[in-house]
């Protein structure tokens, strides 16, 4: 009996749905998160990594081999992420996290990495059925939920909207299975992310207007 199986308990219930304290803490973290990296603040990052290693916990307590695997790749990409904001080319001239939008380059590697992946770890959790009882929406979301993650660690406004792709599957899927706390913070997270892409738009836009106003002051 470990110390911290009491996050495979049931916290409250909640219209005939039982919410077990592992999906409250990990999916409330990492709503905080995601409103951190709205605010482009990098302790984003240290907290994603706090939702991963208590989902970490809770799959392990529960024997979920493919659960506890799939987070250990978010924290490291969080990691990852976490070190790029922290570099000197990451920052804008008032020492904030600079944003943009991608170049269509790097939109179409973000969209044919998504893809490739999608099957890749779908094929895999049709392969071994113990690693996702629902393979190809799991596999959906987690592979959606990294590429968000590249995005936002290189400071790109597609962040917002690979985010918003995760949604409108995680919200239904999340209900379904039901976990209906999982499915309310997915509704959140969209709420969140609409906000979140207006901010980082028009960051991306007033970055761009600066240069384009010294270089008329110096013309």
Known sequence: MSGLDWLGDVAFTALGQKVIWSDMLGNTIGLAALALGWRRNVLTWPVQLLSGLVLVVAYHSAD???GVGKQLIVISVAVWGW?????GNRQAQDGSVAVRFATWRERGVLAAGTAAGTLAVGG???LVPHLSWNPW???YIFVGTLTAMVAQARGLVE???AWLLV???GVPLAFS???AFSGLVYVLYLGLVLWGLRAWWLRSRTAT???TALEGALS
């Open 83 to 87: 070190r790029q904001w922290t570099r």
């Open 64 to 66: 979920l081999a493919g």
């Open 209 to 211: 207007a600066r240069p």
């Open 137 to 139: 929406p799991d596999a």
């Open 124 to 126: 895999l959790f049709t």
């Open 167 to 169: 949604d409108l599957v």
């Open 177 to 179: 299975s039901g976990l």
């Open 159 to 161: 962040f917002w909207f």
